[in-house]
């Protein structure tokens, strides 16, 4: 494996923004040829067949490649993602090879330092993820997407707030998380960390880990990095955010989401054609996706989509509870009753099973403030003593 990681670092494929390409200094044909020859990823990429039914449901377009080409020239020109580093000092992201260490903060906002903003005992999802004694999270700093209105946004944008951790203490905070009586283990986008959580999880079971592993990220990542961390998930929170084109480039950050999320999802389909959410046997994928403000026609689309493909691999978590994360400058109307009664009954006559969010339930009106210890409402949340340890002895300056 060492040697397929070490290419994969030093081309930095992680997720789909390819910062290595860029960082070769490759033209932007190059660029582009890449970013097509990638996402599909041959095999386990986007078929014939997903692309015509995608667009049959009026999904994806077939500008979509030049559309991305063209973000990633403005980008390059702007010099996004090309920034120094929290200490000065630059360095490229995932790279542990020196001739490739000199660079810049990767799009995801990170250096291969891994940087965790919480940890603790969360009640607050699904419940067989959740359990009785609640789900054992790590939320890991940055992240590959920026979406306009991500609600950890003070985690997730670009220098965000966050704890540096080496490895074995991020394998530390894994066995403490199992002795607080964590139900799961639950790594929250942790995909522009994966060598280090690997080299973490192979530590901690070496030392008496065995919760079940979840997975929880924005599916904005590769099918090569998802071929590494597979043999160390039992259960994927996948975040299936949209289909459509208009609503990922208003709503994700990039309209590219719409089109990256196919070949995951081929993949994960072909590598866990079955779903348990029973206790003691959780497998498989647990797909969420939220209802976008003014996109319900898409939700409409993509629940048909899934009923088409994924319906009997996978189970749905349906969220109707959008907040912006600064409701002072922009609010949305929200989901209706009328409307959020209309999704239950599509979801009901699709024969798709799974979860949806009520949506004026009390967990649902809240944003986690991640500059206090806690950041979630008490009864949801218990930070880990381990976790206030280290945040505490290094001083609130480290957290930042
Ligand atoms: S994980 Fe980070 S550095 Fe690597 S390609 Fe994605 S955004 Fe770039």
Redesign the pocket.
């Known amino acids: 494996m060492e040697e397929r990681l070490k290419v994969l670092y030093r081309n930095?494929r992680?997720?789909p923004?390819?910062?290595?390409a860029r960082r070769l200094g490759e033209s932007a044909d190059a660029l582009s040829d890449a970013i097509s020859g990638m996402v599909p990823l041959q095999d386990e990429g986007v078929t014939a067949e997903d692309a015509s039914t995608a667009s049959g449901a009026g999904i994806v377009s077939p500008q979509l490649r030049d559309a991305v080409a063209q973000e990633r020239v403005a980008a390059e020109a702007s010099g996004a993602g090309m920034s120094a580093n929290r200490n000065g000092s630059s360095s490229f992201?995932?790279c542990r090879d020196d001739a490739f260490r000199s660079g810049f903060v990767?799009?995801?906002g990170?250096t291969a330092q891994v940087r965790v903003a919480w940890s603790g005992l969360h009640r607050g999802e699904e419940p067989p993820v959740s359990g009785e004694r609640g789900s054992g999270m790590i939320f890991f700093s940055g992240c590959?997407l920026h979406c306009e209105f991500c609600q950890n946004k003070q985690i997730s944008k670009r220098s965000g707030l966050g704890l540096s951790l080496a490895p074995g203490e991020l394998s530390r905070m894994m066995l403490s998380l199992q002795d607080a009586g964590a139900q799961t283990l639950n790594l929250v986008t942790g995909?522009?960390f994966v060598p280090s959580i690997l080299e973490a999880l192979d530590e901690a079971k070496s030392c008496g880990f065995s919760l079940p592993v979840v997975w929880n990220s924005s599916g904005y990542e590769t099918v090569e990095v998802l071929r590494l961390i597979d043999p160390y998930v039992d259960l994927y929170l996948l975040d299936i955010k949209t289909l459509d084109l208009a609503v990922a480039g208003r709503f994700c950050g990039s309209s590219r989401y719409s089109e990256a999320i196919l070949p995951v999802v081929r993949f994960l389909k072909r590598r866990h054609p079955e779903t348990s959410l029973v206790d003691g046997d959780l497998k498989g994928v647990l797909a969420r996706h939220l209802v976008f403000p003014g996109s319900i026609d898409s939700t409409v689309n993509f629940l048909h989509w899934f009923a088409d493909n994924l319906k009997d691999s996978f189970r749905l978590s349906l969220m109707t509870q959008f907040v912006p994360p600064s409701r002072e400058e922009i609010s949305f109307t929200p989901v209706s009753r009328a409307e959020y009664n209309m999704l239950l009954r599509l979801v009901d006559s699709l024969g798709i099973d799974g979860f949806i969010q009520e949506p004026d339930g009390k967990d649902a009106l809240w944003l986690p403030d991640f500059s206090r210890d806690n950041p979630f409402p008490e009864s949801f949340a218990d930070p880990l003593p381990y976790f206030l340890e280290l945040k505490h002895a290094r001083g609130v300056g480290d957290f930042a």
């Open positions: 930095c992680l997720c923004n390819l910062c290595g992201p995932q990767g799009i995801c990170e590959p995909t522009h």
